[in-house]
């Protein structure tokens, strides 16, 4: 075992040469005052159209004169030689996490008041795609079958883990793993690859080789740099330098790197309950609770919401923590057609009338659960028709907002700011802050009173780990910032996106997903061209 050196390792936070700033307020307040500064006295270069001033390259000062790659790498981005100080966030070149100026790049995430909603229809693939994806699988299982049924024949010792060996049963089916088998191992070097490094626009790829067939993967010792369009780094919060990162280590020097313990056993610290009523105020409910997993924060509160006796309303296609959530309460759970209106008003008119299975009893109550922004479709859920049913036939309403806070409104605060909705006639709005705040966990919303029953009745509430005081800090910090500490005229252009599906959509292009999106996907129908378009965008020059 190799010995480390007794001498203690440089903080990988960069100090500034200013004086530091007393709390992360202060901070977040100079970068809403610097930016509003650097919008009045400049624009857009004319030659540089589609970069802004702070994300194109120039040699024009000491503080903007990128000079400090890491050593550990030939190609790593270089980094300015001295960090930037508050002052100068937005106008400091940084190839990674540099700010967007260019107004014609930007567009306001909200919906046109008095105009319907109007949700886009999906959109179906050509028949010669359909055609071709289907012989492709169709030849991949015949020849997979083929090996198999040869294979076990001839080379036994291969599948010995498919076959009943000494008295033991077969450890796997092999009817139940051919996939695995015989088609996803085909494609797993485009899956789980390792990476390195902070998300940002790139991201750092390990490089990796198999001699079997994807069977195995090792390491080359070189590294490839990409375009990054698979994080949630939607707003550049998880960066390892700046502002956030400065105010994280301040806090891991107060508080250390944990609380040890519940929040009801002494794990509860004056940080948590800071972020907790900067949460409730963010999101405009009266109270918070907040989570250390965002998958837990609806696995264990649902079931503290309904149980039997209750029903539950889902859209079909809900994330995986609704369905366990309510899986766990004991509660009854119906689901309409995704995002169809009138799919869930002839389901409420259905349960309410009819009652309780059996004996028609009246339900104790009615949750409907939606999310926000579904986050496999790309989809925005139809708030104001929900709200007008929500008036009209008197159920609870749960909005799971995990990948719409933060990135959708124009003051980031989700889908109810969105559709400029008052969140108060929401009863519970969740969250997570793993997307667009950089940090990990989750939160629940609501009135005070419920807020109150939950935390003593939810088991994220009693038996979870505490949120750890760094993520805490991370959450106030980037939180804090997109609702800008002092009121200046460009507080709320952080949460301004590049509107490059608007450019997309001029291109014909087929884009699945929302006018106003966090996230664009672009499907690949045949087995074959996952590794082909993978493999091809991984080489170097690309």
């Not at 400091?92 to 008095?114: D, I, L």
Request: hydrophobic letters at 35%.
């Amino acid at each position: 075992m190799a010995l480390q050196s007794s001498s203690p390792q440089p903080s990988i936070f960069r100090k500034k040469s200013t004086p530091a700033m007393s709390s992360a307020a202060s901070y977040l307040s100079a970068v809403s005052e610097a930016d509003a500064r650097a919008r009045a006295h400049g624009g857009t270069p004319s030659s540089t159209p589609a970069l802004s001033l702070s994300s194109s390259v120039t040699t024009s000062s000491s503080d903007t004169v990128l000079d400090d790659p890491d050593a550990e790498f030939d190609d790593a981005l270089s980094y300015p030689r001295n960090p930037p100080t508050s002052e100068q966030v937005f106008t400091t070149v940084h190839s990674e996490f540099g700010h967007c100026a260019n107004e014609q790049y930007r567009f306001m995430s909200q919906h046109k008041p008095g105009t319907p909603y109007r949700s886009y229809p999906e959109q179906d693939p050509p028949h010669y795609i359909l055609l071709t994806t289907y012989l492709s699988y169709l030849l991949v299982i015949c020849l997979g079958h083929l090996r198999d049924f040869v294979g076990k024949r001839f080379r036994r010792s291969a599948y010995r883990h498919l076959l009943a060996h000494d008295g033991y049963a077969a450890l796997n089916s092999d009817f139940d793993s051919f996939y695995t088998r015989r088609l996803k191992t085909r494609i797993d070097d485009c899956f789980s690859h390792p990476v390195t490094g902070v998300p940002g626009r790139t991201i750092l790829l390990l490089d990796r080789y198999s001699p079997d067939y994807n069977v195995t993967m090792h390491p080359t010792g070189t590294r490839t740099r990409g375009l990054n369009i698979s994080s949630y780094n939607y707003l550049g919060f998880a960066q390892a330098r700046g502002g956030c990162a400065d105010a994280v280590e301040a806090c891991i020097n107060r508080y250390g790197v944990s609380s040890c313990g519940t929040r009801l056993e002494g794990g509860s610290l004056d940080l948590h309950e800071q972020a907790e009523a900067l949460v409730a105020k963010f999101v405009g409910q009266e109270d918070s609770m907040i989570c250390s997993m965002g998958f837990a924060t609806n696995s264990t509160v649902i079931p503290a919401l309904v149980s039997k006796g209750s029903l539950v309303i889902s859209d079909e296609f809900n994330h995986a923590s609704i369905r366990f959530g309510v899986r766990v309460s004991g509660a009854n759970v119906r689901t309409f057609k995704h995002n169809n209106m009138k799919s869930l008003e002839n389901l409420l008119r259905e349960v309410i009338s009819q009652g309780q299975p059996k004996t028609h009893r009246p339900w104790k109550k009615i949750l409907v659960i939606v999310e926000g922004l579904f986050s496999m479709e790309g989809t925005l859920a139809n708030l104001p028709v929900i709200m007008e049913l929500k008036k009209k036939y008197k159920f609870y309403l749960f909005v799971d907002e995990a990948h719409s806070i933060g990135a959708l409104g124009p003051h980031g605060r989700g889908v109810a700011d969105y559709f400029g909705i008052n969140p108060r006639n929401i009863d519970i709005l969740m969250g997570t802050f793993t997307k667009s705040f950089g940090a990990a966990g989750g939160y629940i919303s609501g009135s005070k009173a419920l807020i109150d029953g939950l935390r003593l009745r939810a088991h994220t509430g009693t038996y979870t780990e505490a949120m750890t005081p760094p993520v805490l800090m991370q959450v106030v910090a980037s939180m804090a910032s997109i609702m800008g500490i002092s009121p200046a005229p460009s507080s709320n252009t952080a949460v301004q996106e590049v509107a490059e599906l608007e450019r997309l959509r001029r291109c014909e292009e087929r884009v699945w997903a929302h006018a106003a999106p966090t996230r664009l996907d672009r499907p690949i129908w045949q087995p074959s061209s996952s590794p082909a378009t993978l493999g091809h965008r991984r080489h170097p020059n690309l």
